[in-house]
Nanobody
């Protein structure tokens, strides 16, 4: 059974930084690309970033490019999202995700609030 557990969210001031982590279990982590998504208040969930199974390549949404960095540790089965220069519009519930057996799997999410 795929399990994804996010952590690291919280309240941060504009311009600040935050690091999210996602612990994975129930599947062969090193064989799967991993992604981060977010759901801003009152809006649909949107894609943030994806990293390949080896960690050799990553892609980002234009809205976070240059500010966010996705990384992974296959030995620890974790995927991280380092967020810098945070803006109020980054406020959202952040989810890590993968596709296993053709079915998307999501964590429960972690709240990030950017506010002064």
């Amino acid at each position: 059974q795929v399990q994804l557990v996010e952590s690291g969210g919280g309240l941060v001031q504009p311009g600040g930084s935050l690091r999210l982590s996602c612990a994975a279990s129930g599947f062969t982590f090193s064989s799967k690309a991993m992604s981060w998504y977010r759901r801003p208040p009152g809006k649909e969930r949107e894609w943030v970033a994806t990293i390949t199974n080896t960690g050799g390549s990553a892609n980002y949404a234009d809205s976070v490019k240059g500010r966010f960095t996705i990384s992974r540790d296959n030995a620890k089965k974790t995927v991280n999202l380092q967020m810098t220069s945070l803006k109020p519009e980054d406020t959202a519930v952040y989810y890590c995700a993968t596709v296993y057996g053709g079915i998307p799997s999501w964590g429960q999410g972690t709240q990030v609030t950017v506010s002064s």
